[in-house]
Each structure stands twice: as C-alpha cells, then as structure tokens.
C-alpha cells in the first residue's frame, strides 16, 4: 500500500461551516451499488438546477478543475456516515482535505481511502482560503512529514501553516497502512480468543 | 482522561491488540448491515478473497431504499430493486443472517437491533449508518462506520479505532408536561451545538434519563451524532433488563441471570472519572421545534426565531443567515406562524410504539374535538419495522391515524433521508420527526424540514401549522411510565 506524505495541487476553497454529507452527496446518488460515478456527484444540488444548468460552485470553476486539496471550515463532513461524500471528493480529484474541524465518521472514512484529513486553525484557514480565491493558480503542499502546509503566490510570499491530525492516523498514511484489512485480518488468533471470551448477540454468556 | 466509566469498561473489554499505528484493534460484539452501505464492501472482500469472519455477530436487514406505499416485488425503481438484489445476494454468498419481507422482522435496522434483542449491554456495535449511536439507549458502545470499515468488521470482525473522550451529560429533575426525550435531545444540541460532540462518548445520566423508558433512550442516544457524539449512551439499569427480558435473541434461562449480573457491574462507578460533565436542569426545557438546516438551529415552540445580527461568532452567523434564505423564514417569527404542507411520523429516531402511541394520542384527541388533518398538509404515519407496525395495529392505532386522516405505511426509513418514493416536492415544508433538517435531505434540493418530535407533528398535522402540543391534555410523552 501507499504511503502518503506529500500532497501537491492547487487548492478548492468550499467556504461555510457545518456542510453536511448530504450536501457533499445527495442520498439520491447512494442508490448506485458501486462507488465508480461517484466522482460525478460531488456538491450536486449546489452545482446544478434542478434542469442540468451549472450553479456557480468552486467545483463548478474553471479556475478550481483539477484542484487537488480542499479548504473547508468548521465540522466538515458532518451528518450521515456514507463514505460515498469522501469517495465522490477523491474520484472529482480531492487527494487532502483541510478544514478547522471534521466530523468524527468523515475523518475516519478519508484516511480509509489514503486521504489525509487534516486540521487548521481558523486564522490560517481564512489566510488559506483567501489565497485560494485571489491566486487560484497558487500550488498548495501538505507536507503530513511536517504537519505544515506550504503555499505561496509570487517570489518570497510563501505561506507556512501548522496542521495537525490524530497521531495514528499519521502514521497510518505516512506509513502506508491506512488500508486496515491486512493488519487486523493478521491477528485472528488474538480475535478468536476474545470472541470466546465474550458473550454472543444469541444471548450465550462466555 | 475518562477513568471507571461504562465506556472504559466496554474499551477494555473488547481491545484485541495495539496496532503498528498506536490505535487500537477493537472487537466488535454486533455487526450490523443494511442494503446501501454495503454491497460496495461485499464487492471489496471478494476481491481480495476474503470471508465474513463472524457471520454469527453479523445481522442484516433493508430500509433505506424500501417504498413504503407497496413493497411487491420488483419493487418500480429499477435501481433500487438492483440494490434489493444485492443484498440478497451477498447475505447467501456470505452467510449472513437476514431479516427481509418474509421473516415478518424486516424494519429500520436501529429499530430491530433492539425489538429482537440482539442490542445487549456491554456489547460493541457497528454498523454503515451515523445513528447506530442508538443502541448506546442499552449501555453499548455503539457508534457509525463507513463502508471501508464495514469491510473490515466483515472481514475480521474488528476495527481500528481511538480511544474517545467521555462528557457526562447530566440533567435533574421532572420534564414538565408535553416534553418528550426528542425535546430534550434538540435542547442538548441547541445548547452545546451540533459540534460540540467531536470526540466525544456522551454518558445522558442523571434523573430525567433514569426515569424515561428505553424507548425515549433510544431517541436521546439516536440524536447524539447530531452533537457530533459519535456515541452516547445510558447505563443499564432494571428498565433495560426489563425491556430486554424474553426477547427473541436475550440471554435466556441461566444465562440471563449470568447477563444481568454481567450487565449490573457495567454501570460506571460512583467514583467514575469524565473528560467533562455539563449539568441541564429538566424544568428549562419546552417543547422544540429546528427551523434552521441543522439540528442546532431549534427553538421553544412559544419563542421566536433568533436574531442573527446577536450572533458573535461569524461562522455560526453566515450559517444562520444561509438557513434564513433556505428556509424563507424571518427573524422574529413564532413557530406558530409557520403553515407545513407534510407531515412525517417515523425513522429510526421516532419510529417505535411509544412515538406512535404519542402520536396517535393527539390524533385521537383531535378527532374527539371533531378535527382531522388540515386538508392542505399530507399526513403519513411509518412504523419503524414490521413488528412495531403489527402491535401497532393490534392497538388499534393505525385505525386511529386513518379516521384522523393520516395514511398508514409499511416499514422503512421514508421521508428522513429521502432515498425512496417519499421525498418533498418543490419547496414544500415538513414537520418531521426524524434527526436531520439539513438541505435537501428530504429529497428536493429546496425542501424544508422542521424537526419535532412526534406529538408536535402530529399537531402540526392537524392544525396545518406548527402549534403547541400542550393544547391537547392526553399526552403520553414516553418519558415517564
């Protein structure tokens, strides 16, 4: 498996607090047994009218398209646990998501898909973002080595932001064991041993 | 850092190993599956050879993506009869035990859990939907995964997790009349926000949740992901025992005095130690009404809707300012102004028998004042499963919801995410009694919700407007019995 140290692109700033997963994926898009289109559906009523005509939403840009990391603010991802928000955000082109705070759920499903969730404080996101919309041209670098993020518009302008991310999910992506199913499926023993030990949903007592 | 607490407890009881990573391999007691969340992570174990490790801890059922008009076969939406097919499939393939259609057990999975018994103390439960924090009402650890993860608690019936902090909730005192658990979840949130849970196991203790039913727990922890809790629960006591007694998969003869002797010692201990304790008094709680676009946005039904131009902070205020535009509400407003064209009785919040008897109680006193429904507001009432929708109507209550004319459904999510035929059309506004206001969710993009609980739409229903419950004496709220 990968590992993930460095994210490089230019950044999509999504402005406002509390977006919920049914604004990021509307649950009518959950009706698809795979995730292979999701990469369509990112932000979709607020990027299209009810008859198909665009809205003007950062996803909509030209400037935005191909952006690689997102700027968001407080409790990003909140609401519902669908995974298919951080999929419909990875298959659009989203490798890192920036915000001043996550929901617990949504946090979770990025680092199962190799994609750093990572925390801002609220100055430097407004600075971040800012930078974003006045220079959407300007490459943006989350170093998760250095928990820093660089990014700088014009010679000896750049930017250095602190970020920070629980310490195991770090590691996870730096490491490159964010796909947990190996690590956990190596330890059955250990698994079947506290299975016994416990009681079963049958009402068995161990 | 929490010490002694009902969570630390189920931590500890359930940690299997320290991963390379510093998190924690946890065991997961009860898996639970419904049709949406997992045909993806089905799909990703055969690809890589895998089986279900404990297809014995394993439940599933469907209910998202069910009509709840007519659930014949094919079902008339192609895409969802394929999501039906799936999880068909994948429940053979795997083993998988599977309540559907005929097993009569088929319903809301957070309703089931509980309804069969498979919800038990001490246990840790998982599921792909954010409101498996429901089953926190029984002392679990019960929280939301996504798919990926549900691969991996397929797979070896562990997650990597951790560790959470925990923020006892405390609130003493008696609700005061026509105050219901669903009131007391949006006072929780409207008070400490709809993030002010991040991190957080919330522990709801003290007199109110010691005196409410297990019913009216389960609407409280439900409603605990809207703080951002990713898990809240209560801790066992004689009430879930006794809720729990002769239910289909409860420990049985020897075994349930082994479990209850178990289940007693979870408790958190007198000197349990929290990340934090915030303390409400029952008195301060009216009944609530959201009018924003998240669960945080509520108020009194007797107050008025809030000045943004009093807000401080300058995130909460563009948040209430975007909910003014989507709601086309004024500041200022009083509940009461506002006329709904739906109303919606359900969801895995309040789709139990004691939220339809509550419901039924107000459409029965209506009936008796010689009124019904108000002809411009579409009423539908949906049990949360199959066996809450036959003791139902072995009440009499869907009698009681027709002659006050509300339709009577079959079982299913419905209108609370909207991923089935019952959807908002236009910019139609609903009093729901679901968990989430938030835009679109109901299925139209300009779709309005107002959150309540169950009596209050039901109210609402009748007087074609949000009104005061408290009009009408006969209210069973669920929160004393």
Same mark, same amino acid.
């Given at each position: ?69 997102? @700027? ?16 419909? %955000? =990875? ?5 890192? =998501? ?32 800012? %930078? ?19 990014? !700088? ?26 796909? &947990?199913?190996? %690590? ?23 | ?47 890589? /050879? ?27 939406? &192609? ?23 005929? #097993? ?62 925990? +923020? ?47 019913? /009216? +727990? ?49 408790? #958190? ?9 915030? +303390? ?11 009018? !924003?676009?998240?669960? !945080? ?23 209430? @300012? ?29 789709? +139990?028998?004691?939220? %339809? ?56 999510? &419905? ?31 300009? /779709? ?17 407007? =949000? ?15």
């Amino acid at each position: 498996m990968s590992r993930v140290t460095t994210i490089t692109g230019r950044a999509v700033p999504v402005v406002g607090d509390d977006i919920d997963t049914d604004r990021i994926i509307p649950a009518r898009y959950l009706k698809e047994i795979t995730f292979s289109r999701m990469g369509e559906y990112p932000f979709y009523d607020e990027r299209f009218a009810p008859d198909g005509t665009k809205k003007d939403h950062p996803f909509n840009r030209a400037e935005y398209q191909g952006a690689a990391i997102l @700027l968001g603010n407080v409790n990003f991802g909140c609401g519902s646990s669908r995974e298919h928000a951080p999929q419909a %955000l =990875v298959r659009w082109g989203i490798k890192a =998501v920036v915000a001043e705070s996550f929901a617990e759920i949504f946090a979770g499903n990025c680092v199962m898909l190799g994609t750093p969730a990572v925390v801002a404080s609220k100055e430097d996101l407004s600075a971040l973002q800012k %930078l974003a919309i006045e220079h959407p041209g300007t490459e943006f670098v989350v170093n998760l080595d250095k928990m820093e993020i660089h990014a !700088g518009h014009g010679a000896g302008q750049t930017m250095v932001v602190k970020v920070s991310m629980p310490p195991s999910r770090r590691n996870a992506l730096v490491n490159g064991t964010w796909d &947990s199913t190996a %690590l956990l499926v190596a330890n059955s023993a250990l698994v079947a041993a506290k299975a016994a030990q416990l009681p079963h949903p049958n009402g068995r007592q161990a | 850092m929490a010490k002694n607490t009902l969570y630390n407890k189920i931590w500890d009881a359930h940690a299997v190993a320290m991963l390379p990573t510093g998190q924690t391999q946890l065991f997961i007691g009860l898996h639970l599956v419904h049709e949406v969340t997992s045909p993806q992570a089905f799909d990703m174990l055969r690809e890589r /050879g895998l089986k279900v490790a404990y297809p014995d801890r394993t439940f599933a059922t469907m209910d998202h993506i069910v009509p709840t008009k007519s659930q014949k076969r094919p079902f008339t939406d &192609s895409e969802a009869e394929l999501m039906m097919q799936a999880i068909e499939r994948n429940t053979k393939a795997f083993g998988v035990n599977f309540f559907d259609f005929a #097993s009569g057990k088929q319903g809301v999975v957070h309703i089931i859990g509980p309804e069969l018994g498979l919800t038990q103390p001490g246990m840790t439960i998982a599921c792909g939907d954010s409101h498996t924090s429901t089953h926190g009402a029984f002392g679990t650890l019960a929280f939301g995964i996504g798919t990926s993860q549900v691969r991996d608690v397929l797979a070896s019936q562990c997650l990597c997790m951790d560790p959470m902090k925990v +923020r006892k909730v405390e609130i003493n005192g008696k609700l005061n009349a026509g105050v219901t658990p669903k009131d007391v979840s949006l006072y929780i949130i409207g008070k400490l926000g709809v993030k002010g849970g991040i991190g957080y196991a919330y522990e709801y203790s003290g007199d109110v949740f010691r005196d409410m039913t297990m019913e /009216g +727990r389960m609407t409280v922890c439900n409603m605990a992901i809207e703080g951002g809790a990713r898990a809240g629960y209560c801790n066992p006591d004689e009430t879930t025992f006794a809720y729990l007694k002769g239910r289909e998969h409860a420990p049985k003869g020897s075994d349930w005095e082994v479990a209850v002797g178990r289940w007693k010692a979870l408790a #958190s201990d007198a000197d349990a130690q929290y990340d934090d304790v915030i +303390r409400f008094n029952a008195a301060d709680i009216e009944p609530m009404i959201t009018w !924003g676009v998240t669960p !945080g946005q509520s108020v009194g039904v007797l107050e008025s809707l809030p000045d943004p131009e009093k807000i401080a902070d300058e995130g909460e205020k563009q948040s209430v @300012l975007l909910a003014y535009r989507h709601m086309k509400l004024k500041p200022g407003q009083k509940p009461s102004d506002i006329a709904i064209n739906v109303a919606f009785i359900g969801s895995c919040t309040n789709g +139990r028998i004691e939220d %339809l008897r509550a419901a039924a109680s107000i459409a029965r006193a209506a009936t008796e004042l010689g009124q019904k429904v108000d002809p411009r507001v579409q009423a539908f009432v949906v049990p949360g499963s199959m066996q809450v929708r036959k003791a139902a109507m072995e009440e009499g209550l869907d009698k009681v919801f027709l002659a006050a004319g509300f339709e009577w459904r079959e079982a299913g999510c &419905s209108m609370c995410l909207a991923m089935n035929p019952d959807q908002l059309k236009g910019d139609q506004i609903s009093a729901s009694s679901s968990n989430r206001n938030f835009i679109g969710r109901q299925g139209s993009p300009t /779709g309005r919700t107002l959150l309540m609980s169950p009596a209050m739409v039901a109210a609402a229903a009748i007087a074609g407007h =949000v009104t005061d419950v408290r009009q009408y004496t006969s209210v069973t709220t669920g929160a004393a019995q």
